[in-house]
Every structure is written in structure tokens, then in C-alpha cells.
Nanobody
């Protein structure tokens, strides 16, 4: 069994800089790409940022220059540093990871963490 557990969400004010964390645990052989998606009320889930096992990153245009994704491979953890938050960043944030477990490569998702940005 593989689990992804997120932390770091909550109610924040515009302009604040919280950090989300997502730790993978369980029967893990290796982890490829890790990423963050978000889903705002009434909208489709969208990619926020992704980081490969080699450290290559990619971001949605809406967060470029404000958010930074990073990972600690020793801890099987991915982070999302969010700077200069705006009310439009309000959403449920989900982490995901492509993990080799039990000879299979699957994409796993966290349970989601709510980030609400007040103006």
C-alpha cells in the first residue's frame, strides 16, 4: 500500500507565503515525477507544478514566478512553496506521485488540502 499525505493548507491572507508538503509512504521502490494540482469550486482540476526525479520543473502560467516546487528524495516528500498568494489561488490542492510499487508504476494522489486565500 502506498499513501500520500499532505499538510500545510488552511486559511491565509493574500500576500502570505505558506508551504505545502506531501509525504509518500508504504511499499515504494522508486518515485518518478511528483506534482501538485488544484481544483477551485466549479472548475476542473488543473496542474500547478511538476518536478521530475532529476529535478526538472514545470509550472502553470498562473503560478510562474510565485510558486516553487521541490522534493526531498530521501524523505519521499514533495513541497510547494507558495508566495504572493492571491484570492484566485483558493482551491483544494492535491499532490500526486508516479511510484514504482510491487513491480508496477501507478499514479497516486493525496487526499487534498484546502487553501483559502482571503483578501
Amino acid at each position: 500500500q502506498v499513501q500520500l499525505v499532505e499538510s500545510g493548507g488552511g486559511l491565509v491572507q493574500a500576500g502570505w507565503s505558506p508551504r505545502l508538503s506531501c509525504a509518500a509512504s508504504g511499499s515504494i521502490f522508486s518515485i518518478n515525477a511528483m506534482g501538485w494540482h488544484r481544483q477551485a469550486p466549479g472548475k476542473q482540476r488543473e496542474l500547478v507544478a511538476v518536478i521530475t526525479s532529476g529535478g526538472y520543473t514545470n509550472y502553470a502560467d498562473s503560478v510562474k514566478g510565485r510558486f516553487t516546487i521541490s522534493r526531498d528524495n530521501a524523505k519521499n516528500t514533495v513541497y510547494l512553496q507558495m508566495n504572493s498568494l492571491k484570492p484566485e489561488d483558493t482551491a483544494v490542492y492535491y499532490c500526486n506521485a508516479d511510484i514504482y510499487s510491487d513491480l508496477r508504476l501507478n499514479r497516486y494522489w493525496g487526499q487534498g488540502t484546502q487553501v483559502t486565500v482571503s483578501s
